[in-house]
């Protein structure tokens, strides 16, 4: 495979200015990223951080929504001109992303301006060429974010211009309680010759008003410093180096600046060979080719491509993993739609599709994130719903829960499990969650505010406790599952027993002590009073509790037995799973949404009478925790059928159309392939792709210009400051399951490995793909036909393949010391770690 020119495929050309600034050149090295834009004079960046965040869990100051923020550091403008003429304007300027080196170019009149974001160092490596007949001075311009000093209630954001050496500095603190974060932007140069400008009354000698100890008052107006380059022709290199910390005690100065140091030290041309290198090898590990006559399968493949590229650039090296709106690249400040919270059904997107790719590392900082939250997740699972385990809401902070005082939490239980009739909340507890932000799931049922007599007032949604996403239970199984998948992928005992295991276990207690599960007449453990996906207020045996119930209990069974651990608790467990409800279904008398006598069963969000009067199906178990496969039709049969019908009622209400299925987080893509529907997956894809849905589906559309798309494929369909790759994360999951699945008939079971289960009949493909147990897949299907499967035994063990050309028999070499002839549907054979296989058609 020529990588390079494949990989190329995906390149973003610009052969004008982008009139938005959403609109530029993303790059990232997964702690810090920026997009790249221009003005006439100037290239644009700013600085953000996974690691930077305003406020944590414990913050009483950002009780509207969309006001608290995070994750930026600090603008950054590279003017190159002065008095002349405009450097970048439509006629001049050409601008170029190259994915596979990872490198962003843009040339205007006499300047070209060259940029990386360094793969092993938190460095921007900038590159000005200076080609013009009269060159002309260059200022890099550092600014910060919001004023000098800001007080919001209890929190306070100071920011900070300095020199160090011949460096400019920006540092910003932000507290309040016990939360301090601190991220410092250091910018230096070399090849050049420069003077720095801080323009306060000291010229950057000195802290003006060192005497004072009010913040806010009397505060310094400086919020912008300059590096100025001597005027020549040729080259200049520029760093910009940022980190972050909580530690108060560290010298969050000292670390940035002994990062540009090493990064001036080590030169532009280093730098650059060892990031290209990176990269590459990067781009080795896997790979999808795609080619049909109309084009559709190179641009669903181009779009594959560029959420690899996204997701290299947003997503390894840190503790945290990127917000889902915005990810490293808001180019607005640090305030964004939605905040800085994770909302897990957005989060989850941009990871369904990372284990194929073999790019592991990329969902390291997820798994960091959700591991470093446990101990608090464990305390509000016993403080707000009085079970075990652990809890981890749909929008929660990057460090989890607050603990709360001992009389709120015991309110709490009461209020939420509806122990306690909702009109006799007490003031105390009324005036505790007052000062609470309303996006948090535990405070989620806080609905709209707004300002009387210089009040905040609010309302609940007239649900009583339920709000959209105070009582969804299947995250903290998502979350789990991801794990668990982690180890099916890489068959790593160690990461089984001490970071998934405990995952999995907290997931599965709670549900068992969760207070509203409970055994009924009919013999069966039925859930009471939650809510599935935002909607079926105070439902019953709802889709997100049903389906992470009966997604998680085989799992921790079978999760236990080979780490040998909790013997003791298996009989409860399997006790419970064996008698849970059943996911459920239109055919239950109470079901939201009943069919017609005769007419198939589907799935449906909620046994009812629900207090929103929602009524839909769900599709939720053909995407979730492997409940329901294409191999589930041979293991049950009937949940397969449901499936199946359930596609089938969906359909008809769309009158055929699937596009109308297609929006920025609709899974249907990833449903449909799963269920090996290749047109149906086809039509949504596309339709996805091109967000044909935007003006019916985005938020804030009016809000963000009306734009569906920028011109480097990301979307601002959360709203300002959010761009999203929601839909790439969805596409790319979608086309895999399309082309490669290695799914188990159920959680917990044995995987088996099938080939082009949903590749559209128009489409040649060839893909690289990595499955369960650490085979790497490699096949082609062209003009239908498959002419091989090399399987690369990475670990060794089993592999169950269902056979690619039906019952036909195939030759399987490789397996063992001589070829074996295989036949049958399901074609079972031994490998050894570092072995290739080939099978053929015989």
Known sequence: MDYRSLVSRADLHYDKTVKRSEGGLPIGNGTMGSLIWTSPSAVKFQVNRVDVYAADCSTNSFNQRHSDYGYACGFVDIDVVDYGEDAFQDEDIAQHLSVFDALATIRGAGVKVQTFAVAHQDVFAVRVEDDRPFPQGINVKLKMLRPAEVVTKNHTAISELGIVNDMIVLKQQFREGRHYCSSAVVIGISGRDSVIRLNDELGGKAKVNHTRTSIGLGQPNETEMRLCLKPGPGRADIFIASAATFDEEEDIVAKAVQQLEQARNAGYERLLEEHKAWWNAYWSKSYIALQSADGSAEFVEMHYTYYLYLMASNSRGGKFPMNFGGMLLSPRGDARHWGAMQWWNNLNLYYNAILPSGHYELLQPYFSMFSGMYDSCAKAAEQQWGSKGIYIPEVVWFNGLEELPDDIAAEMRDLYL????????????????????????????????????????????????????????????????????????????????????????????????????????????????????????????????????????????????????????????????????????????????????????????????????????????????????????????????????????????????????????????????????????????????????????????????????????????????????????????????????????????????RLFPACPGDWDAEFSLWCHGGFIVTSARRQGAIPFVKISSTLGGTCRLRNPWGEQPVRITGAAEKSILSSGSLLLFETSPGRDIMVEPS
């Open 418 to 753: 509806l122990r306690k009739p909702w009109e006799q909340m007490s003031e105390r507890f009324r005036d505790f969650a007052y000062s609470k932000h309303p996006h948090e799931s535990r405070w989620n049922w806080k609905y709209y505010e707004k300002f009387v007599d210089g009040k905040l007032v609010y309302s609940d949604k007239g649900y009583g406790p339920f709000g959209f996403t105070t009582h969804m239970f299947a995250n903290q199984v998502g979350v789990a599952y991801h794990f668990w998948m982690y180890y099916e992928y890489t068959l790593d005992e160690t990461w089984l027993r001490e970071r998934a295991y405990p995952m999995i276990k907290g997931a599965a207690e709670f549900f068992r002590h969760f207070p509203n599960l409970r055994k009924e007449a009919d013999g069966k453990y039925h859930i009471v009073h939650t809510m599935s996906d935002e909607k079926y207020a105070d439902g019953k045996d709802t889709m997100d509790s049903m389906s992470a119930m009966h997604g998680i209990l085989p799992v921790v069974l079978r999760a236990s037995e080979l780490l040998g651990v909790d013997e003791e608790l298996r009989p409860a467990w399997k006790e419970l799973y064996e008698n849970l409800a059943p996911i459920p279904t239109s055919d239950h008398p109470d079901a939201v949404l009943r069919t017609d006598e005769g007419e198939p069963a589907v799935w449906v969000g909620a046994i009812g009478p629900v207090l929103d009067n929602r009524s839909h199906i769900d599709l939720r178990p053909a995407r979730f925790c492997s409940l329901c496969t294409q191999e589930t039709a041979h293991d049950n049969p009937g949940m397969y059928q449901t499936a199946l019908a359930t596609i089938k009622y969906q359909e008809a209400r769309l009158a055929g159309d699937w596009s109308r299925a297609a929006s920025e987080m609709s899974p249907m893509a990833r449903v449909l392939a799963n269920m090996g529907l290749a047109e149906p997956f086809k039509q949504v894809v596309l339709a996805q792709l091109n967000c044909v849905n935007a003006e019916r589906e985005y938020c804030y559309f009016n809000d963000t210009g009306r734009i569906k798309f920028f011109e480097n494929r990301l979307t601002v369909r959360e709203g300002v400051n959010c761009l999203s790759a929601q839909r790439l994360g969805n596409a790319a999951a979608g086309l895999q399951l399309a082309l490669c699945q290695s799914e188990p008939p159920g959680p917990g079971k044995d995987p088996i490995i």
